[in-house]
């Protein structure tokens, strides 16, 4: 049996991913943790796999997990992307407060707005619900729609469906292993993509522009660029990228190594490409 970590408690969009990412097997312990970064820190200690959003389509990439990357690179092993429904919920008539979760409140504006009450931000949806059915006095909540089941409609005194900004919401998630282990073996059938960190360490005109021309030179096709502020000075950024193809592939090792000769590059990992 294989251990599994992932955000919690149990109901999140996280556990749908855990439970659909093809690699995983079907007979798995999962464990539920708070936080993302507390998900990421049991990878290689409590559980071999850990499985958190990367990237939702209505709000980008999911800041915590990049940011965690570059304190501690794991390996990416597998992606899936699952399709994100919301539905605004309350205990009573008149609610006086809304719990959402951080990264849901930006995918689900118009009915927060709408609604216009405090918000009391949680680290997860399923947390939101338990909040929501803990509180005694008038409040709402932001839950995934999943867990809106008949028993818990009867209980409740408005359920709004369809509360995301866009019918199309959907979100990337990742599994992850540590350093040390293995991913699962290529196949020649499989789309790969490959995962990496550009570190910002020399602060100099063009060096970004520099690093994607040699990509460009060697043709290999970016698919994600993000930016994350370093947090030591203003203007400086680490990048996140994804690319077409794997590690192994000639163009994509050398490309990698030209611009590591001007800066430091931390792979992430080459796995099946799931768009
Ligand atoms: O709270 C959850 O249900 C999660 O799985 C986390 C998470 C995220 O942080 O991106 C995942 C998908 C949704 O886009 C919103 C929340």
Redesign the pocket.
Known sequence: MIDIV??GPA???????ADRMRSLPSQKRLSFYPT?TKTLNAVGEAAEIGVV?IE?IL?GV?SPVIDAFVKRPLQIIDEVT?P?AFSLIANQPNPQQVFA????QG?CSDALERLAVPLTTT?????SLKQLLACETPAAALV?SHLVDTELRQRLAWVEDEASDSPD?A?R?IAVTSAAQKASPYDAVTRYKTSFLILDDADQPGLLVEHLQVLAAYKVNLMALVSRPTGRQFGQYHFYLECEGRLEDSALQAALTLIRLRTQVVTLGSYPDRR
């Open positions: 992932t955000l109901g999140t969009f996280s556990q749908l991913a993302l959003p939702n709000e999911v699952v994100i979760q951080f990264v849901a995918q680290a997860s949806n399923s947390e995934p919401n979100t998630f």
